[in-house]
């Protein structure tokens, strides 16, 4: 990538931090994966109880390796084993953790998180519940507005999450969303972070990279 590109993506990035922080939320910009986790380790304590909303980019980022090296209490919902109610159960624990870690769907640069869930638990987790929320997004997420945040999810992380899940829906064949009422639709709780009231619980860091979906 180009030095004038990189300009108009690092000046997009730092426009969104600055409006995440306007709406009481806090934004970091790193690099790379490993800068990522040094901030990780910044914002949390060896022995607290963490948490993870399902996302693609905590595998990507080492973050989901991080939580399991033995220093944190770590609520894995995604322990080899583990039952749909003791995966319930991890969901519902949940909302007690110290710090609560998730992908997001889309950024827009007026600093809002946008999110579509299939249950509504990681939803549910970053609205309330855990002391802290720790948001880890590559670049990609990042969008104009809520309109184009709509869009990204309908055209990009529905489909593309519905194929990796293997779930039958319109979607993994036409490659875009299709409203389906299907039963095993993952696309049913929409929400909208606009601000926080409280300015220590969400943080935001932003990799400069496409993560996840």
């Known amino acids: 990538m180009d030095k004038n590109t990189m ?26 994966e490993e800068e990522a986790l040094e901030k990780v380790k910044e914002l949390i304590s060896e022995g607290d109880t963490v948490s993870v909303g399902g996302s693609m980019t905590l595998f990507e980022t080492g973050v989901i390796e991080l939580l399991r090296s033995g ?96 779930k039958n829906n319109p979607c993994t064949k036409t490659g875009y969303c299709m409203d389906c009422k299907q039963e095993s639709r993952i696309c049913n709780e929409y929400t909208v972070i606009k601000r926080q009231s409280d300015k220590n619980r969400i943080h935001v860091i932003i990799i400069n990279k496409e993560l996840g979906y």
């Not at 997009?12 to 009481?24: F, G, P, S, W």
């Not at 894995?76 to 749909?84: I, Q, T, V």
Request: charged share 30%; proline share 2%.
């Open 7 to 32: 300009f108009v993506i690092d000046e997009r990035v730092k426009r969104t931090i600055a409006n995440l922080e306007k709406n009481d939320m806090n934004g970091y910009y790193v690099q790379t």
């Open 71 to 166: 220093k944190y209490q770590f609520l894995d919902r995604y322990k080899e084993g583990l039952s749909p109610s003791e995966i319930k159960e991890v969901f519902r624990k949940s909302f007690f953790a110290d710090a609560y870690f998730t992908g997001t769907n889309a950024i827009t640069e007026n600093g809002e998180l946008y999110n579509v869930d299939g249950t509504g638990n990681r939803v549910a987790a970053m609205l309330y519940g855990p002391e802290k929320v720790i948001v880890i997004a590559g670049r990609n997420k990042i969008v104009k507005d809520l309109d184009q945040a709509i869009l990204r999810v309908k055209e990009t992380a529905a489909p593309a999450n519905n194929v990796r899940l293997n």
